[in-house]
Structure formats: C-alpha cells, structure tokens
C-alpha cells in the first residue's frame, strides 16, 4: 500500500522568493534583505503565536511581519501599496519541478495532499494561479485548527484528516523544523534540500534528505 504524502506549501512548492518582482520597485537595493527578514518574522511570529497559544490567521502573521521589516528597514509603504504586496502572496510563483513531480508521484497510485500553516483563502488562490488546484487530494489548512507548525497537534490534525497512522504519512518539507516537527509524531519525513542548507543539530533527522522534487518518487521506491 502506498503512503499518504503531505507536502509543505510555502517553501516546498511555492517558491516565497518569487515576489521579488512586486517588491523591488519598493525597495530597491534593499529587495534581497527584505524577503530575507520578512520571511524570518513570519515564522517567527508563527512559531511565537503557536508558543503563547495567541492564533491568528496566517494572512495576520504575513501582514505584521511586513509591517515590522518596512519599519526595520525604513522602507516607506502606503496603505495601497501594502494590500497590493500582500495580495501578491497569493499568486506566488511554484518552484519549476512542482508538476511534473506531483503528477508522476500520483500516476504511481500516491495520495497527493498539501499541508500548511496557511489560510484556506490563500491556499485555494495560489493553487489556482499556480494550476494546482486539481492535482491535491486534499488542502490541510492549519487554520481550522487554529494551530502553527511545529505544534505536536498540527501534526495529529493531518493524521486525523489523512485517516492515517504515522507510519502511513510522509511528510515533504523544504523547512527543517517542519521536518522535526513531523518526526518528533512519528511521521515518516522528506527533507527538500535545494539550496545545500544545514539542517538543525538536534536529535532528530529527516528519513530521506532530496534536492529536488523529482527525486521523492526514486527514495519513495526504497520504500
């Protein structure tokens, strides 16, 4: 029997760093840093909320990271210019191997689901622009449970919503503390390496570690 894979949106899919053609012409020779910190607050702010059990959506969580890096970096953004930046986060571009990787993973009989931190709203939005909205069998927002990644209970939310057993769901993640968070439930992980990042020295590691998308269906044949 196949196992059920659960694969991480932002980061793992969709490429996060594709908004910089919205955002340069805001702010300029500061573009690079500004993805760069307004996705560290972003999660950040989630891992925070999840800590002080102090939910909002992640829509909220984006919007007050973008506030805070603007402010850090003395960038200027007026109330239109602002929507404008956040509603671009729901057209953010997928990575190059998303289709091909999804679709042979699902020719070869693989229950395809998505599972993120994001709103249901942003979700269904972005696997529009993006063609992706046939290819899930199922979007798992955390935002019906109210709850952020690493939480132990989002993780038994996914089972609860797979119908699943731990061993019976795989988890893909470009995100290291997605991939521990995961494991630490006992959910088998794939770690989607593409930029040679370190992965954290704790005492849990990925089951497989890839560089792309199109390598899950050859580890998953060790299976």
Known sequence: MNIKLAFDIYGTIINTSGIKDVLKNHTGSKTKDFIGLWRTKQLEYSFRR???DLYVNFD???DQALQFTCDELDVSLNEYQRAQIIDSYRSLPKFDDTDDSLQNLKNKGFSINAFSNGS????????????????????ISLENKQVFK???????????????EAQEVC?????????IGAANCGIKTIWLNRKASTFDPWEIKPDYTVKSLNEIIKVLGQE
């Open 50 to 52: 999840a800590a002080m």
């Open 60 to 62: 909220t969580v984006t």
């Open 120 to 139: 249901m709203q942003s979700l269904k939005a972005l696997f529009k622009n993006n063609s992706l909205d046939k290819i899930f069998e199922k979007s």
């Open 150 to 164: 690493p939480s132990r209970s989002a993780y038994y939310y996914l089972l609860n919503e797979l119908n699943a």
């Open 171 to 179: 988890l893909i993640s470009g995100n290291p503390f997605d991939i």
